[in-house]
């Protein structure tokens, strides 16, 4: 079964074995974050607070956790993550959107659904049932967005993939030479906010934070740069070394 | 030292800090590992130079401050009748902090065919860094195989994208 809705300026898309009334409560889940979070709703509590109507010390309880979550992953990244816009506006869209992927899981597993996947403007979480096949999750090719680059399977150690990239904010523009800035960054994560930060932190922060994300988390990742090289962990590559 | 030799030097070096930068960060036990000779390959067809073929034994030093690669014949090395020599040559096994590496040069009539560097990582935990250090082919990740795919991951796309996303043609196909 199949059932998309139009959530947080994308479109989230549902598969999988669906019980009846949930799909409306994963919408409601969505709603709802967004209701507080969007910075384009300026009733939204996020709002309020990027025009500092509201100091965030008296923010609720809901806000003040996105924040710690989001600052904590800054500090774990060194930076290369981070909740605030250049121009110094609290910004939280970076883990609100997974926020909502992983509390619309939590409704799917409460309403008794054993494998789902979640796809939120392609950032998608699963879960497997343990007879069924594998979720295989494709992966857009950032130079033509019509293909795939490669493909990753998601089962009960990694459930979740995020994407981030620049194509979508018209950058693709493929330079030749030795451009070795991230156009496109795909994060496999055991969960959803963990893909989400990830890909965003290494598409920002380029090499050393790839280094870094690779040492730190259990992650599967592939980055491929302005110039078209790929960067890839051995999950999506199909030489392996010949001893490990 | 003759120009194809500087040459073959050049590389070599180059190869040795690659291949020494892509262990940066190992400490612990020894681990073989032996780097992607496609992924060379890439890195050789970039810099590989016009060798200019003059007839000189192919022993040279490297002056690099990573390692000292004393390149010796260790295949069939020789000058052919167009003066460029033809051969595998092998340097000596460097180490640093972080392991061991060896660099191989291989010529046909004095022109740079392949350059492979052979790494040794003191850490197993390290390897998976490794071996995204350097970029790999498109012909070595993993293809995307359709009939499978029942998702797809890509930038975020806006409402209005969405229609023509491979996504949407999913969703329309009921996967």
């Known amino acids: ?244 | 030292m003759s120009t194809r030799s500087k040459t073959a030097v050049l590389l070599a070096s180059a190869g040795v800090l690659a291949a020494g930068w892509q262990i940066g960060t190992a400490q612990g036990q020894t681990t073989a590992l032996s780097t992607d000779t496609a992924t060379t390959t890439t890195e050789t067809t970039t810099a590989t130079p016009t060798a200019t073929p003059t007839t000189t034994t192919p022993t040279t030093t490297a002056p690099t401050t990573t390692a000292t690669a004393e390149t010796t014949p260790t295949t069939s090395a020789s000058a052919s009748t167009s003066g460029g020599a033809t051969g595998t040559f092998t340097g000596a096994t460097a180490s640093n902090r972080f392991g061991t590496v060896t660099v191989t040069v291989t010529l046909k009539a004095g022109s740079i065919t392949d350059v492979s560097a052979k790494a040794t990582i003191y850490e197993q935990k390290s390897a998976r860094y490794v071996n995204m250090a350097l970029p790999t082919l498109k012909s070595e990740v993993i293809a995307a195989d359709s009939a499978d795919v029942s998702n797809v991951s890509g930038a975020t796309y806006t409402t209005s994208s969405y229609l023509t996303s491979l996504q949407s043609a999913l969703d329309k196909a009921g996967r």
Not at chain 1, 63 to 72: C, D, H, K, W
Not at chain 1, 108 to 135: K, Q, Y
Not at chain 1, 216 to 227: C, D, L, P, Q
């Open chain 1, 1 to 244: 079964m199949n059932h998309h809705f139009v959530s947080m300026g994308t479109v989230v898309s549902l598969s999988g074995d669906l019980p009846e009334r949930a799909t409306s409560a994963v919408e409601n889940a969505f709603a709802d974050l967004d209701e507080r979070f969007s910075l384009y709703r300026p009733e939204s509590e996020a709002s309020a607070i990027a025009r500092g109507d509201l100091p965030l010390t008296r923010a609720s309880q809901e806000m003040r956790g996105a924040y710690e979550l989001a600052q904590s992953w800054r500090v774990a990244t060194e930076g290369a993550f981070t909740p605030q816009r250049p121009d110094g506006v609290l910004d939280l869209s970076g883990v609100v959107k997974a926020m909502a992927i992983e509390r619309a899981g939590t409704v799917l597993d409460e309403f008794g659904a054993t494998h789902w996947s979640v796809n939120a403007g392609g950032d998608v979480l699963t879960r497997s049932a343990g007879d069924a096949a594998p979720w295989v999750i494709g992966i857009v090719d950032p130079s033509d967005r019509d293909a795939l680059l490669t493909q990753c399977r998601l089962g009960p150690d990694a459930r979740a993939v995020a994407t981030s990239g620049i194509a979508e904010r018209g950058e693709h523009i493929w330079r030749i030479g030795a451009d070795d800035t991230f156009a496109q960054v795909s994060v496999v994560a055991p969960d959803i906010i963990t893909a989400d930060v990830l890909a965003t932190a290494i598409l920002a922060g380029g090499r050393h934070c790839l280094e870094l994300a690779c040492r730190t988390w259990s992650i599967e990742v592939i980055a491929v740069t302005r110039s078209g090289s790929i960067f890839a962990t051995d999950a999506f590559r199909t030489t392996r070394p010949a001893t490990r």
